[in-house]
């Protein structure tokens, strides 16, 4: 090493930094997008184990998802008193039920006679009445009804409530915790909310749901969503427009995001794009295709991307929509709270959620969703139900998804290959880069410090 090589970590890619992009903004640029917050995690191999190995989920059941805060849905998938939804993490199954106009709670789903799931399907009931034999409990969990009552002298009705399950909201998402000795909701995200405070979820609404089934351990699919490292080989496509190794990336407490910059090059590319050309770029112009706008002169591909969101937004913000900047409605603004909740920043509407598929170490579900803004002034539109896809389903069967279903496809049509090798790898860890790879080992750090716990 000579004396000016960077600590580790501290190497940056060529080509102009996120926060240098700012200063080409035709609009001020909030705080939440000048906040830089990184520190050195260090350089130790990811045990190839976290992703192969049965005991390492067994480990990940009992010491995190028994444990944390996760996102089990949002409160418009439950709008009316009545509506329940069922959300499953490994063995555990919980129903959410919104029991009053401003009341949500979540339940095992477990009938507490001889264990039956207690409903399979959403929905709205007026009762939690068990198909088997017949037990019955009030949407607010108290016993409602033992069926030969006469049988059952030894059940004491007042004792045999539905074991609830702890839920806390945020951003329009009900997040439910099944240890009732785990901190708060709140005092888990931190200053998480701060940073949605432009974006404000709660006034959107699920507009899509879409959910696939793949044949790999969960933190295999929610890596391949943790980094524009990918992009140079999985979409060189998007490379005249795209700052993939200029992304910046960002984590504390609990969260992590990444920014990567659109309408700006690829440092990875040898020539330099016009500004029409990395415009048509993100718009997804086809070769033998006109622009679909033309660039006035002296008007940046990102200065354009401001102005058509900002119009976009006019119609639902008014004109607050007009403050917003041109960063704002060209970046890919993505977090992470710990363990596997990723909702995107500004005015991407997308939400992912990754977890292990039923008790599987070896199947998971990625979910995508979209999260729309909607007119305030009449009520919020209903929420998109899931639509599932199979492991062997094509993203383009899920057209809602629009032009991000090809970008999937690429994104996922290595994972299984990923899943395959692991199994064969004979290095005893995956090594990961120090700084385009932060998201990943920022889980990784956690669920280390979450298997320490007592
Ligand atoms: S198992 Fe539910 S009523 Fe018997
Ligand atoms: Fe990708």
């Known amino acids: 090493m000579t004396m000016t090589s960077p600590a580790p970590g501290e190497a940056r890619s060529p080509g102009l930094s996120y926060q240098d992009l700012h200063k080409n903004d035709s609009r001020p640029v909030p705080e939440v997008l000048r906040w830089v917050n990184w520190e050195f995690m260090g350089d130790t191999d990811i045990p190839v184990a976290a992703y192969t190995n049965r005991e390492w989920h067994e480990l990940e059941k009992e010491k995190i998802w028994k444990r944390v805060w996760q996102m089990a849905c949002r409160e418009e998938d439950v709008p009316n008193v009545g509506d329940t939804l069922r959300y499953d993490i490994c063995e555990n199954s919980i129903l959410v039920v919104r029991t009053a106009p401003d009341t949500v709670k979540a339940f095992h789903n477990v009938c507490l ?30 016993l409602k009804q033992v069926p030969c009552e006469w049988d059952f002298p030894h059940v004491e009705k007042d004792e045999w409530n539905l074991p609830e399950v702890r839920v806390g909201t945020w951003g329009g998402f009900v997040f439910i915790n099944m240890d009732p000795n785990a901190e708060s909701l709140e ?14 979820l709660e006034k959107r609404y699920k507009s899509v749901h879409v959910a696939k089934i793949f044949p790999t351990n969960w933190k295999v699919v929610q890596d391949a969503f943790s980094e524009a490292f990918h992009v140079v080989a999985t979409h060189p496509q998007l490379l005249s427009s795209i700052g993939d190794a200029n992304s910046q990336y960002d984590w504390k407490g609990n969260y992590s995001r990444a920014i990567t910059p659109n309408g700006t090059p690829s440092p990875h590319i040898k020539y330099v794009p016009t500004q029409q050309e990395m415009f048509d770029a993100v718009a997804d112009k086809r070769l033998d295709e006109e622009p679909s706008v033309v660039l006035p002169p002296g008007v940046t591909a990102r200065e354009m991307f401001g102005n058509g969101g ?10 607050k929509a007009d403050d917003f900047c041109d960063a704002e409605f060209s970046d890919s603004i993505y977090y992470t709270l710990f363990p596997n909740f990723h909702p995107w920043g500004a005015f991407n509407r997308i939400c992912y959620r990754f977890r292990p598929y ?93 298997f320490q716990k007592p």
């Open 310 to 319: 900002r119009a976009t937004m006019h119609d639902v913000l008014g004109d």
């Open 113 to 142: 006679h001889r264990g039956r799931l207690l409903r399979e399907f959403d929905g709205p009931a007026n009762e939690l009445r068990c198909p088997f034999h017949g037990f019955c409990w009030n949407l607010d969990g108290s």
């Open 187 to 200: 005092s888990f995200l931190g200053d998480f909310p701060w940073h949605f405070e432009r974006w404000p």
């Open 358 to 450: 039923e008790d599987r170490h070896d199947m998971s579900i990625m979910e995508c969703m979209y999260l729309e803004p909607y007119d305030e002034s009449k009520p919020k539109p209903p929420a998109a139900p899931i639509h599932w896809l199979g492991v062997d389903d094509d993203w383009a069967e899920a057209p809602e998804l629009g032009n991000l279903a090809r970008v999937f496809n690429q994104d996922t049509f290595n994972l299984p290959k990923v899943q395959r090798g692991l199994r064969a790898m004979t290095k005893p860890g995956v090594t990961l880069a120090n700084y385009q790879e932060t998201k990943i080992r920022h889980v990784h750090m956690l669920m280390n410090r979450w």
